[in-house]
């Protein structure tokens, strides 16, 4: 199977500007810089198809189209590596292993987007891999690849890392920015979007790292030849993190439309689920995505082999279907308690609420006390009707998707597994008789 | 004795400040509280973002704002080796909580408390961005992944036996 | 110009201006409720989100539905939009969900809560609510705490509409308190002690929509609707000079701004209006002062109040405590 971003993840030294160099690296800004107007690398990542890979799937081209290049105010190119998303470590693999390959695609990106100064916002959990950067980068200028005339070119641009410290919330963009300005993350009203009045309120586009980094492989081999990988709109390759009850967890870069089953069963990947015991269910896009029985995610309700593609994991809405998310493929085996999983979930998203509007802010706490105490056996008749209606009453009223992505695995766990929910209620119920 | 920056962390945070346009030396307010955090004793008391507010010229109450936003900050002392062990679904599937309990019954404190003889404080974290080598805790810069309770016990061993504060800036391996 | 149609109503408003805005204009019911938002205010609304409509259309050009609801305070209106605001079932469901989710953690004392009578998430409650509650878990609990000399900070009341922080803000040079921690940890505080003084600070109190920041020097502990509101004013050098006087006999119990029908200020006071003068003979009084908030005080105009109807009005609110559902409103007050 082809690799675009870790074909030489294994060479030794990799992480190191030589060896990386030696192995084609750089390529691209040489080729931008030297052969191609700003214009024209946009127009390769709009042929190329590709789309964000933190976790919305926006298409990556039209995003930079949309930014305000008429605007006497400076642009931004900010990356977000928060990764904070449960069941998402492609990001850090990436960084730590290869991180030349993300200042690389961070300057042929910034180049395109005519940014002169760019930011990379890092978790602050991360920080020995802010050290990392930090030395990639300072190779980058050493070598003339950064700082002012970049290859002898009129194109300048500084680099910098910024660490969070411990905020999901500051994946979302704009609560990104906040951050990046000093300020809580508390995520921002839209309109304006980033791309008219983001950092510092100037035009900005925020992307994902492994978004920046598929720039590389897109310049290099050419937009059009990009989109041939990959199957339909799903173009090119995607970072799956995988963990949970697998023989073998860890980061794969997959082609897009890799049957699931292959990818759960196949010694190339997770190898199959662990101790021999049969699956039960896959959250396939991070904690936030709709959870699937075994059965739902090996095959769609139409019977048809479910693929790794946005559109395929979405197929059957949220009925039958999930979303491919940002590849947090997190796998659980016939002994796991979905209400407790749930209930670890509902406990992240509360703790992790900036609290800015009420639905969220108060919404989330009460889901995670409902699921608190069914599942320590204090569970009441109607519990699960409220957890239901709690999340609805949630979903699209927030300002920002966290809302949503609280909601989402609330209502998918309930859909799919309700007898569990309810099992939970009962026992509860004959705890209850034993005690009076 | 009055609260100051080492001065090679001043010329730091003189750095740091320039990342940003002139004006916005806000931005630079993360960065700086987590320097501050390392150089006074592993927290941000009140006396220390009162400094990092001058510093960055801003009113105090902006910093407490933030510093309470985000989880990294200590706002109490905490022990010399704070351990976070993260406890979110991926790693829960794969015995994230007895590791904890393991913790807990070796330093005979509970999650959130410190041991008596103020080297280990026991937190419990949400994702850490390591769920494929789960269970895992991070104490200062460090990751411990794939834990068992014998990892644990040695981890705790060395770090007792090294007796300096962790911090997320430094990592206890590399200054050993 | 844009125009627009709400709950089936066509008017036209200036391009630019939000729903909310274009709803005021028109007036009436088609006035979605609002807690955060504050015209005053600059950069406010959007957090408590009760204000939310449906855009069944969203402009001429682009006929479209919004796929979600929207904040009516922040979203602009277009040309040709289509607006339902009490004619879509979908948002009094959500609107009744955001008054649940604001009143799980608020104190549900109303009957002996000092502000009764002029909390708007009291009047909110009561004409979007459900009227009972589902909430059996914990409340969130605070301490009453002082913030300087003049004002009472009750956070358990406080719904984190983030106003009084652009008071601070916007008003005075200088804020010392605003919001810390998270997510439903977060809360109104100066962090250590310290006394939010400032010419203008007391505004925090008239912009307050619940009962979270309340005047110290208000020197009758008593119901508002036991007192007389009449409309003052003196020369001042700092502000207007315009006030409310909430007057009992001849004595002036509290001062405060002039609220609009929506409750809001729009000509703030200076702390010694506020403070300082609380003897009639400081002031030139114009006459009674309408309150024609569509509130538990304009139901009851304070002279018809006697104690017989509050002792009514209480025990209706005592079985909306206990969870069941809020009995028919209490006529009498109701007038
Ligand atoms: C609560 C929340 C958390 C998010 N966390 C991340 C994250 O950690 N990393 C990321 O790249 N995108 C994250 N996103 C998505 C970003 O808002 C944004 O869409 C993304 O960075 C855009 O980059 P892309 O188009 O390259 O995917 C998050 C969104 C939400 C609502
Ligand atoms: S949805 Fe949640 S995280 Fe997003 S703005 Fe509202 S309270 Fe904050
Ligand atoms: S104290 Fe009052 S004004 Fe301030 S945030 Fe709370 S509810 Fe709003
Ligand atoms: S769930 Fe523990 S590191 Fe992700
Ligand atoms: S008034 Fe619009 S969200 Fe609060």
Known sequence: MRKLLLEHISEPGIETFDVYRKKGGYASVEKSLKTMTPDQVTEQVKASGLRGRGGAGFPAGMKWSFLDRKSDKPRYLVCNADESEPGTFKDRYLMEKIPHLLIEGMITSSYALGAKTSYIYIRGEYMYIVRILEKAIEEAYAAGFLGKNILGTEYSLDLYVHPGAGAYICGEETALLESLEGKRGNPRLKPPFPAIAGLYASPTVVNNVETIAAVVPIINLSGDEYAKIGLGKSTGTKLISASGHINKSGVYEIELGLPVEEFIYSDQYCGGVWKGRKLKAVVAGGSSVPILPAELILKTAKGEPRLMTYESLSDGGFISGTMLGSGGFIVMDETTSIVKNLYTFARFYHHESCGQCSPCREGTGWMEKILHRLHHGHGRKEDIDILVDVAKKIEGNTICPLGDAAAWPVASAIRHFRSEFEECVNNSMKVKELVH | MELKFSNNTLSLVNKIIKRYPEGKQKSALLPVLHLAQSEFDGWLSPEVMDYVASLLTIKPIEVYEVATFYSMFNLKPVGKNLLEVCRTGPCWLRGAEDMVAHIERKLNIKAGETSADGNFTLKTVECLGSCGSAPMLQCGANYYENLTEEKIDQLIEKLRDKGVRSSYLKSVEINS | ?335
């Open chain 3, 1 to 335: 110009m844009a125009k627009v149609v709400i709950d089936g109503t066509e008017i036209e408003v200036a391009d630019g201006i939000t729903i909310l805005n274009a709803a005021r204009q028109l007036g009436g019911h088609s006035v979605p409720p609002a807690m955060c938002y504050y015209s005053t205010l600059k950069g406010s609304g959007g957090k408590c989100r009760v204000c939310l409509v449906k855009v069944a259309q969203g402009s001429a050009k682009d006929p479209r539905p919004m796929p979600k609801l929207v904040a009516s305070c922040s979203t602009p209106v277009a040309d040709g939009m289509v607006i339902q605001n009490l004619t879509s079932p979908e948002v009094l469901e959500a609107r009744k969900g955001v008054v649940e989710f604001l009143l799980i953690n608020h104190p549900l004392d109303c009957p002996i809560c000092d502000q009764a009578g002029e909390c708007d998430l009291q009047n909110l409650a009561y004409e979007h609510g459900v009227g009972k509650t589902r909430y059996e878990e914990e409340r969130r609990k605070f301490e009453k705490i002082d913030i300087g000399d003049k004002i009472k900070l009750h956070m358990t009341r406080c719904i984190l509409c983030y106003r009084c922080t652009m008071v601070a803000n916007q008003l005075t040079d200088n804020r010392v308190h605003g919001v810390l921690n998270r997510g439903d940890a977060s809360e109104i505080s100066t962090y250590i002690e310290k006394a939010v003084d400032n010419d203008f600070s007391g505004n925090m109190i008239d912009v307050c929509p619940v009962g979270a920041l309340t005047d110290k020097t208000f020197r009758f502990k008593s119901r508002v609707w036991f007192t007389k509101p009449m409309d003052a004013h003196r020369n001042c050098t700092k502000c207007s000079g315009k006030v409310v006087l909430w007057m009992k006999d001849n004595e002036v119990l509290r001062v405060s701004a002039r609220k609009d029908q929506y409750g809001e200020v729009k000509e703030f006071i200076c702390n010694e209006c506020r403070y300082d003068h609380k003897s009639a003979t400081d002031w030139t009084i114009e006459g009674p002062r309408h309150i024609d908030r569509h509130s538990v005080i304009a139901q009851n105009h304070y002279e018809k109040t006697d104690l017989l109807t509050l002792k009514k009005e209480i025990e209706r609110q005592i079985e909306f405590q206990k969870g069941k559902p809020l009995p028919e409103p209490n006529r009498t007050l109701a007038e």
